[in-house]
């Protein structure tokens, strides 16, 4: 089954930090760049990351430059969102994406 699953979200208070997960089963995830989105209540889904599959160049949305960083472990088919010096405004459900295939989300709040 061709999938994307999210993990590693939780509730960490301002200032706090937490490393998303995104594993591929069913293709080889390093054919594909992968990128990082979250959509927070009331609010359209933004770009926050991602990383190309070429030259493993990545892109930040300006609002999460200098506090996260995007990688990939292609032994694992897995790529990694380090999320550090977290804001309230941060709190979102965080997807990765591939092509037109999404993963479930996985919930980040943090708390002031």
């Known amino acids: 089954q061709v999938q994307l699953v999210e993990s590693g979200g939780g509730l960490v208070q301002s200032g706090g930090s937490l490393r998303l997960s995104c594993e591929a089963s069913?293709?080889?995830?390093?054919?594909?760049?992968i990128g990082w989105f979250r959509q927070a209540p009331g609010k359209e889904r933004e770009g926050v990351s991602c990383i190309s599959n070429r030259d493993g160049s990545t892109y930040y949305a300006d609002s999460v430059k200098g506090r996260f960083t995007i990688s990939r472990d292609n032994a694992k088919n897995t790529v990694y969102l380090q999320m550090n010096s977290l804001k309230p405004e941060d709190t979102a459900v965080y997807y990765c994406?591939?092509?037109?295939?999404w993963g479930q989300g996985t919930q980040v709040t943090v708390s002031s």
């Open positions: 994406n591939a092509m037109t295939l």
């Open positions: 069913g293709f080889t995830l390093d054919d594909y760049g």
